[in-house]
């Protein structure tokens, strides 16, 4: 059993997830990189995270697959220990107009973001309660907060989220666990590569998009002991966007 403590990183081979793993190896945690599909980026992720003098491993399942994912976060408390910390990245876009959208472009993104949410979090907070100890940071997003035309699935997937998070915030804080939310505004990742950037950094005030690592280091602080009566909290990252 690793007697490090333990972090596990949802939809961490890229982006935002690659960005935190890589930060939290920098605070001394063992991080279980978790990725749906893309093994190379997930290894690329794990070589970054050895860099920074940080342990870790790779680990492949699906959040929107409640039996998957039940069994391979069982398998990893049973083999790690308790897993301390958790983020929720993982998340997916299928955008459109809400008229146009069929069923699969919101399931799936539902699925992914939302119930990935309960699947992944419910598994581990048994340990976390029974320790009286633990954090659980969300990655939501700004697309929660403010109108964003073609993307009513992403928008209430990442509303959801905050909801879920604060109300769970709200049953556990007794037991010292924390459970804070990241809203990211316009972030320079795959995600956008399709998004009309220039238009977009229009209404930033601070006109850019922001770096996966501004992300990560809030949430690596939300993770600390630095933020330890900070928990219900939906913090934006958005270069001032509201």
Do not use: H
Not at 135 to 146: E, F, G, K, T
Not at 167 to 179: K, M, N, P, T
């Amino acid at each position: 059993m690793n007697e490090k403590k333990v972090a596990l990183v949802t939809g961490a081979s890229r982006g935002i997830g690659r960005a935190t793993a890589v930060e939290l190896a920098k605070d001394g945690y063992f991080v279980v990189i978790n990725y749906k599909g893309n093994e190379a980026a997930a290894r690329e992720t794990l070589k970054l995270v050895q860099e920074a003098k940080g342990g870790g491993e790779i680990i492949k399942f699906d959040v929107a697959d409640a039996a998957e994912t039940k069994t391979c976060v069982g398998e990893l408390v049973s083999r790690l220990g308790r897993i301390e910390v958790l983020v929720n990245n993982a998340g997916i876009t299928a955008d459109g107009l809400f008229m146009m959208m069929g069923e699969e472009e919101w399931n799936s993104v539902i699925s992914t973001t939302l119930n990935g949410f309960y699947n992944v979090t419910k598994p581990l907070l048994r340990e976390m309660v029974r320790a009286k100890k633990g954090a659980i940071v969300s990655v939501s997003s700004v697309a929660a907060l403010m109108p964003n035309r073609g993307q009513a699935n992403y928008s209430a997937a990442k509303a959801g989220l905050i909801g879920a998070s604060r109300s769970l915030a709200a049953e556990v804080a007794r037991f010292g666990i924390r459970v804070n939310v990241v809203a990211p505004g316009l972030i320079e990742t795959d995600m956008i590569r399709e998004a009309p950037v220039a238009e977009i950094k229009k209404v930033i005030p601070m006109a850019r998009a922001g770096k996966p690592e501004e992300v990560a280091k809030v949430i690596r602080f939300l993770c600390s002991d630095d933020a330890s009566y900070i928990t219900a909290q939906v913090i934006g990252i958005n270069g001032g966007m509201c």
